[in-house]
C-alpha cells in the first residue's frame, strides 16, 4: 500500500518542528553560538597552566588504569577528561572542552530566569557572561571555576522556579547543580557559606513581617516537611557517587571530593600574593560593563526586593567582601563575584533598553548620541598620542574635546531637557561595550596566557612547543622514530612537561638532575648545572611579569593598551642531549 502525503500536511508538520523557536528562543540561541565560538576560537593555542597540566596528565594516565591521587586535583575534571580523552585522544583543546560546554550551559541559564528579570534583562544577562572577559577565560580553561558558578546560577534557577511552580524537576536541577558543584573545586563551599548566610537573611526578613519572603519561607518549610525533597537528593547523591568514583573504578575519587573542602580552608593559609584590592582593580579592568549597569541593578534590587535580584545582590556583597578581606584574591574565586553582578547589570540594561524600544530616540537624541562617541573616540587618540610621545600639545587636544563635549551637552539641555541623561546611559553602555570586548579580546586571545595579564599571574610559555619539538627531532635522528628515546626529566619538572612529553614511552623521572651516562636525553632546570659530555639547549619553561620594574608612564601604557614590554621573569629549564 502506497501513503501519499499532502502540501497541507507536510506544511502542518514543518510549523509544528518551528514552532519552539520563538524570536526570543532564537535570540538565545544566537547568544550561545556567539559565546561557543568565542570560547572555541584557538583553544589549543597556549599551553595548558599547571592546573590544567595536572588535571590532563591524571585523566591521560587514567586510560590505562593509573588512577592518580594529588591535591588539587577534581573528579569532575579528571573522570570526564579520561572520557573525552579515550573518545577522542589527548590534546589541549580536548582537555578544555568540558570547560568549554558549561561555559555555554552558563551563558544559557539566565534563560531561566526570564520572569524576575525582565525578558529584556534575561537576554542582557546572558549577553554579558557570553563576553565576560573572565568568564571566556574560565571557560577555556580546563580548571572547576566555570562549573562552581554554573552550579550556583543553576541553584538560583532551581530555587526560584521550584517557588514559582512547584515542580518537582527543578529540585532535581538543583541537586545535580550540587552534586557537580562539590566535585568541581573548592570554590563551591564559598557559594554553600553564602547560601547558608541568605537563608539567615530570609528569616530575618520573613520575621519583619514582609509577605514576599513569608511566602518563601513558607515554600521552604512546606518542601520540607512534605519529603518531596528526598527523591531528588538520592539522585543527585548517586550522581555524585557514580562520577566522583568514574563508575566504580577509581574509588579514590571519593576522597578527591572531600578534599575540596581542605583545599578551600586551606587558601586562607595560602596568599597569592595579590595585593586586598586585586578583585576591585579586575573588575574595573576586565568587567566594566557588568560593574558600572551592576551597581545600578543594587540600586533597583535593594528597592523592589524581589528574590532573583536580592539574592543575586547579596551573592555579589558576600562574595565580594567575604573573597577579599580573608586573601582569597583568586581567579576561580573572582567569577562567583562577576556572575551575580551579571545578573544584577542585566537587568538595569534591560529596563534601559525597555524604555527606549517603548519611547523611541528623537533626531535630537540620536546626534546627540553620535557626537558622544565620536568625541569620547578622539579623546582616547589624543591620550595615546600623548603618552607615547610626551608632548602637551596632545594633552591639551584632549582636554579642548572634552570640553567641547560638555558644551555639546549644554547646547542639547534646552531642546531634551530629562531625555539628556538617557543619552548619556546609552554613551556610557557602548563605552563600557567596547571596554569590555577589549578586555575579552586581549585577555583571551591577542596575549593569551601572557603574564602580563595580572588575571594569569604565572603562565606555561609557549616555548615548551619548541622544547618538545626539538626532543621529537633528536628521537627522529637517533632512533627513526620521533617517540621512543629514552628521556629523564627531573621530578620537581613533571608538571607541566610529563603532560607534553606523555607519547614518550622511555620517559623516566629522577630527583636527582645529574644523568647516568646512558641517558641520551635529560631535562632539568636551568640552574642545576652542566652535566659531562651533554650538549645543552635552554628553553623557557614559565614566565612571571615585575610590575614594580616599570615606570609610571609604561604603567599607564599597559593599563590602557598593554603596551609594556618590560619587568617579565623567566623560569627556564635545559635540555641536555648525550654528544
Known sequence: MTTTYTF?????????LWSWLTVERAIYLGIALLAAGIRLFALGRWPLLDGEAA?????????????????????????????LFFAFGASDMVSRALSLLCGVYLVALPYALRKPLGSSGAIAASAILALSSSLTFTSRTADGAIFTVAAALGLLAAAYNYMETRESGYLYLGAISLALGLMAGPGMY??????????????????AGDETWVRLVSVGREAAKSGVWRQPALV???????????FALNPAGIQMTIDQFGQWLGHFARPTGQPWYAHFFWLLLYESLPLVFGLY????????????STCAAFWFIAALVFHTLPGYQRPEYFVLIVAPLALLAGKAIGRLLDEVRAKGLSADEWLLLVITLVLLFAVRIRLSDYLFTM????L??????????????????????????????????????ALSVKGNVGLNFKYGRDPREPFV?????????????????????????????????????????AWYLRDFAGLSFANNPIPSPATPVVIAPAAAGKPAKYLGLRFALRTRWMAGSLSAVDRVKWLLWRDAVGGLSYENVELWVQR
Open 297 to 308: 541593578g543594587l540600586y533597583l534590587a535593594f528597592r523592589e526586593w524581589d528574590f532573583v
Open 8 to 16: 497541507a500536511e507536510n506544511t502542518r508538520e514543518d510549523a509544528f
Open 391 to 394: 608632548r602637551r600639545e596632545f
Open 236 to 246: 543527585g547523591l548517586a550522581f555524585l557517587l557514580l562520577w566522583a568514583t568514574a
Open 457 to 497: 599571574g604565572v603562565a606555561t610559555s609557549p616555548d615548551v612547543f619548541n622544547l618538545v619539538h626539538w626532543v621529537e627531532e633528536i628521537s627522529q635522528r637517533r632512533a627513526k622514530d620521533p617517540h621512543v628515546i629514552e628521556v629523564t626529566l627531573q621530578k620537581d619538572l613533571e608538571i607541566p612537561l
Open 396 to 433: 591639551l587636544r584632549g582636554l579642548a574635546l572634552l570640553l567641547l563635549l560638555v558644551a555639546s551637552y549644554a547646547l542639547f539641555w534646552n531642546t531634551l531637557a530629562q531625555r539628556i541623561w538617557r543619552v548619556a546611559v546609552l554613551s556610557l553602555l557602548a563605552l563600557t561595550l
Open 190 to 207: 564559598s557559594v554553600l557559606f553564602i547560601a547558608l548566610l541568605f537563608a539567615f537573611f530570609l528569616q530575618w526578613r520573613a520575621r
Open 55 to 83: 588535571i590532563a596528565l591524571a585523566a591521560w594516565r587514567a586510560q590505562g588504569g593509573a588512577w592518580a591521587y594529588a591535591p588539587g586535583l577534581t573528579p569532575l575534571l579528571v573522570h570526564g577528561n579520561a572520557l
